[in-house]
T-cell receptor
Framework: GAVVSQHPSRVICKSGTSVKIECRSLDFQATTMFWYRQFPKKSLMLMATSNEGSKATYEQGVEKDKFLINHASLTLSTLTVTSAHPEDSSFYIC????????????FGPGTRLTVT | GDSVTQMEGPVTLSEEAFLTINCTYTATGYPSLFWYVQYPGEGLQLLLKATKADDKGSNKGFEATYRKETTSFHLEKGSVQVSDSAVYFCALANFGNEKLTFGTGTRLTIIP
């Protein structure tokens, strides 16, 4: 599998500020990463597919100007929550697609964002 | 479109009890099926997988068999431990689609 890290693990920010979350693939060159959002006691909601060297593909209903995704290298994707509001508070999880069938994904440990 | 249905939780069992968490799916073609586990405050970990009909995935005492005739992938464990307390997600990935489709998750609590 792939080892995936996220930084920070927890962040508290004030309303109106921007927060950047990093997702790193430590032992695998990932052309594709995914960003998910998880609400308390809920399943994961796919936000976007992050493609190395190109624009991310956002799921319907996800504001691309609010959730900026950059996948500048094969080992790093970043999610920036711009002008954060309390409703953006959530658990954000990234995953790495290791390619080929059976289309396995390996997940990072998640980042808990709290907007005050 | 593809979908995954899991049994509603939460599920509470005593240690050493038998566990079944039901999962059924709807998909075109021949999807790969997965069970992921999420421990408190952590991301998801792949628990087991199966890629074709009648395949049995197994790991850490957990098993699930890919049943195409019933479109099911039920998770079972013969004797659960307190350390198995977590949220379990059933998921599928269809051929040619990198995205995972998740069930809603089942919270499992094991009491000593």
């Amino acid at each position: 599998g792939a080892v995936v890290s996220q930084h920070p693990s927890r962040v508290i920010c004030k309303s109106g500020t921007s927060v950047k979350i990093e997702c790193r693939s430590l032992d695998f060159q990932a052309t594709t990463m995914f960003w998910y959002r998880q609400f308390p006691k809920k399943s994961l909601m796919l936000m976007a597919t992050s493609n190395e060297g190109s624009k991310a593909t956002y799921e319907q209903g996800v504001e691309k100007d609010k959730f900026l995704i950059n996948h500048a290298s094969l080992t790093l994707s970043t999610l920036t929550v711009t002008s954060a509001h309390p409703e953006d508070s959530s658990f954000y999880i990234c995953s790495v697609h290791v390619g080929g069938a059976p289309y396995e994904q390996y997940f990072g440990p998640g980042t808990r964002l709290t907007v005050t | 479109g593809d979908s995954v249905t899991q049994m509603e939780g939460p599920v509470t069992l005593s240690e050493e009890a038998f566990l079944t968490i039901n999962c059924t799916y709807t998909a075109t073609g021949y999807p790969s099926l997965f069970w992921y586990v999420q421990y408190p405050g952590e991301g998801l970990q792949l628990l087991l997988k199966a890629t074709k009909a009648d395949d049995k995935g197994s790991n850490k005492g957990f098993e699930a068999t890919y049943r195409k005739e019933t479109t099911s992938f039920h998770l079972e464990k013969g004797s659960v431990q307190v350390s198995d307390s977590a949220v379990y997600f059933c998921a599928l990935a269809n051929f040619g689609n990198e995205k995972l489709t998740f069930g809603t998750g089942t919270r499992l609590t094991i009491i000593p």
